[in-house]
């Protein structure tokens, strides 16, 4: 990624007008860096944290020796970070790619894990690369039981824009053909371990419903446009030297670049969206530097905001005028509410007898999923929706409980015994009074109004997430796996980094932010398409949906532009 200060300029431009601002350089935003670019418009891409550039990740090669405390936290860590500690993701490694949580604070009405990346490239160098397609169960749910909004859109007006997502970023995968998970575009799959197959294959004699699969994530297993295939390594949090992973800083942003047609600005964080009240539209957006503190405005044509879910609904309410004293776009008071996130925290394993003689090859970067087989068909008990489950199996070390110098040595140069661990993931219904709101009493580093997040899981997820560990304890049963082990803990809002819903779409403006193309309804030249656009959560990954939503509304927007509409 050049940093010329035509492309890279974090201290000031001569230049504050482009056709196009995107918020944001994530997922979602590098997508929309892309498709401007290409399409001929000249963009400013703005993101509140520093420059990172691929292939430059500094912990990427490093070996386990290497880090001081053998990528533990410290006292300090955990205390500075206090939040982002929180997560699993948060490690010596990987520390610097997040937002300092003291000098960051926000309120927490009830607990609620905001997860964040600081830097160019945000949580797309963090994700965990699981890429689903949703189906028509997911975008018809809210209208078939009459929680939340419907969807603008249905799986056909997705689906040639999941091909144009999986075709581009390169998704690894089987095509299994089951009624309930489309099937994609797909490179050759990771292969399961001997152990993962028997579990399959168990689940097989005992289930007609249920189906053990290799995972489909977003890791190349053959060379792409100039990006290796992966290295089984299974360090794809540090970040991927190879580009074998998807990210915005090896991917979307590169080719943004190529076209001559991106400025950066890292250490940006937006205030607010500017309006004209005569002109009824969006004018530009202002600025904070994050190192002098100096405000600045940029202007342009349309705006795209992918700040996340919760940072866009932050902008989005921090944007008050006369026109919309609650926030832009905010006619409908759904600005902030619908706050959804998945809800994780199953962890359950069992000793695999057997297979003594086998290992395995490397470290695959994704594992085997069990994609959901309850309430597909209206038999709803005791919760609506649905869950999908996921599982890896792996040899433990040989390591005797009274040895120690060199017998300790030489036992850990031989495998252990067979594990298999499950965890899952839970859908979360669209609740109006899960929301965020700012607190002008508080004051954050910049002056600006705290966000204040109130998000609760509900009984409707607390049934469901009951169900869950019974359902994974009665397949370790079934495939006759001995000594079950429970340590579950139910999740808190948030910590699936899945957070949604915040600025959803629909086709009423008394009840919905967006229309179907992600275009805000009040303001015609202002889109959204990050995770604040959903209506409903599905239980499967949504950064996939994220990507195909991004790209049909930057197809959309350059249309309507050329055409003179905004």
């Known amino acids: 990624m050049p940093t010329d200060s035509s492309l890279l300029n974090n201290k000031a431009t001569s230049n504050t007008i482009f056709d196009a601002i995107i918020v944001g350089s994530g997922i979602s935003g590098g997508w929309a860096a892309k498709e401007l670019c290409e399409k001929g418009l000249k963009v400013l891409l703005l993101e509140r944290g520093g420059p990172l550039e691929h292939p430059n990740y500094p912990t990427a090669n490093k070996d386990p020796w290497e880090f001081p405390l053998r990528d533990h936290l410290s006292n300090a860590d955990k205390k500075n970070n206090f939040v982002q500690s929180r997560h699993y ?13 003291q000098e960051n604070p926000y309120e927490e009405t009830k607990r609620f894990d905001w ?68 099937d994609g575009i797909f490179q050759p799959p990771f292969e399961m371990n001997i152990a993962e197959k028997h579990f399959r294959d ?70 607010r969206v500017l309006y004209d009240e005569q002109k009824q539209k969006a004018t530009g957006v202002e600025i904070i530097d994050t190192e002098t503190k100096k405000e600045s405005a940029f202007f342009a044509r349309i705006i795209f905001i992918n700040a996340s879910t919760v940072a866009t609904s932050y902008i989005l309410l921090n944007s008050t005028s006369n026109r919309f004293p609650n926030g832009l776009g905010n006619d409908s008071d759904q600005v902030g509410r ?27 970067p994704t594992n085997i999923y069990i994609p959901r087989f309850k309430n597909l068909k209206g038999e709803e ?5 649905g869950f999908h489950l996921a599982a890896n ?75 869950m560990v019974n ?8 495939a006759g796996y001995q000594n079950i ?45 990050d995770g604040s656009c959903m209506a409903s959560s599905s239980c499967v990954n949504p950064s996939l949906t994220f990507m195909a939503l991004t790209a049909r509304a930057c197809d959309y927007a350059v249309s309507e532009m050329k055409k003179g509409n905004i």
């Open 202 to 271: 168990q689940i097989a004699k005992k289930y007609k419903d249920r189906h053990v699969i290799i995972g489909r994530s977003a890791n190349l297993t053959q060379p792409l446009n100039g990006r290796s295939q992966c290295q089984a390594r299974n360090l794809c949090y540090r970040g991927c030297p190879w580009g074998a992973y998807f990210s915005s800083n090896s991917c979307t942003i590169p080719d943004a670049i190529k076209t001559g047609n991106l400025t950066i600005r890292p250490y940006s964080l937006v205030n």
């Open 115 to 182: 997860i964040r990346a600081n830097k160019v490239g945000g949580r797309s160098l963090l994700w965990a690369r699981a890429c689903y397609r949703w189906t028509d169960l997911d975008f018809e749910a809210n209208l078939k039981d009459g929680h939340g909004v419907d969807w603008p859109i249905r799986y056909k007006e997705l689906a040639p824009w999941y091909d144009y997502v999986e075709t581009y970023i390169g998704v690894s995968g089987n095509q299994d053909k089951l009624n309930y998970l489309h």
């Open 338 to 364: 619908n706050l959804m996130d998945h809800h994780k925290g199953i962890s359950i394993s069992a000793d695999v007898a057997g297979f003594e003689d086998s290992y395995y090859f490397g470290r695959k």
């Open 485 to 529: 082990q429970d340590q579950s803990k139910m999740s808190f809002p948030g910590n699936a980094n899945h957070e949604m819903g915040t600025a959803r779409m629909g086709t009423d403006p008394k009840t919905s932010v967006l229309n179907g193309f992600n275009q805000m309804h009040a303001v015609k030249n202002v889109f959204i398409t």
């Open 89 to 101: 993701s948060y490690r010596e490694e990987t520390k610097h790619y997040f937002i300092n949580d």
């Open 381 to 385: 008990k005791n919760f609506l929706r």
């Open 471 to 478: 359902t994974a304890k009665e397949m370790l049963n079934a």
């Open 393 to 467: 199996a792996y040899r433990t070390r040989g390591l005797g409980d009274s040895e120690i110098g060199a017998q300790l040595k030489e036992s850990l140069t031989e495998a252990g015994a067979w594990k298999i661990g499950i965890w899952a993931f839970g859908e979360c219904l669209p609740y109006a009074d899960n929301r965020i709101t700012l607190n002008h009493q508080k004051k954050d580093a910049f002056g600006r109004p705290q966000i204040s997040i109130d998000c609760a899981f509900r009984e409707n997820e607390k049934a469901m997430w009951t169900d």
